[in-house]
């Protein structure tokens, strides 16, 4: 399975931007969907998680600002982020995993995505 992101780029703080990913196939490992990010320095965080069914999981520190978005079904997903801060900044990495706790935690990703940059300016 791979996974398409787009999306990111460069935005004053306050501002949004909307990446989105979309699985190469309809598979069952791909019935989770969401984002990780990566700040330089740091390790690899959770970001968002949605499954099919429109359920969904936030890190505290987006929860509020960021909005994870999938039609039913469909294999299509969204990150629709808001008032981004600088500390928002990263690489923004797509994940899919068989369910939605799986995609929320690094070791359970099934697939990928290349990556993606953000970056929020003061």
């Known amino acids: 399975v791979q996974l398409i992101e787009s999306g990111g780029g460069t935005v004053q703080t306050g501002g949004s931007l909307r990446l989105s990913c979309e699985a190469s196939?309809?598979?069952?490992?791909?019935?989770?969907m969401g984002w990780f990010r990566h700040i330089p320095g740091k390790q690899r965080e959770f970001v968002a998680a949605?499954?099919?069914?429109?359920?969904?999981k936030y890190a505290d520190s987006v929860k509020d600002r960021f909005t994870a978005s999938r039609e039913r079904g469909k294999y299509i997903a969204s990150l629709q982020m808001n008032n981004l801060k600088p500390e928002d900044t990263a690489v923004y990495y797509c994940?899919?995993?068989?369910?939605?706790?799986?995609?929320?935690?690094?070791?359970?990703?099934?697939?990928w995505g290349q990556g993606t940059q953000v970056t929020v300016s003061s």
């Open positions: 196939e309809r598979t069952s490992s791909a019935y989770g």
């Open positions: 994940a899919a995993g068989g369910t939605l706790d799986s995609v929320a935690q690094e070791w359970a990703v099934g697939y």
């Open positions: 949605i499954n099919r069914m429109g359920a969904t």
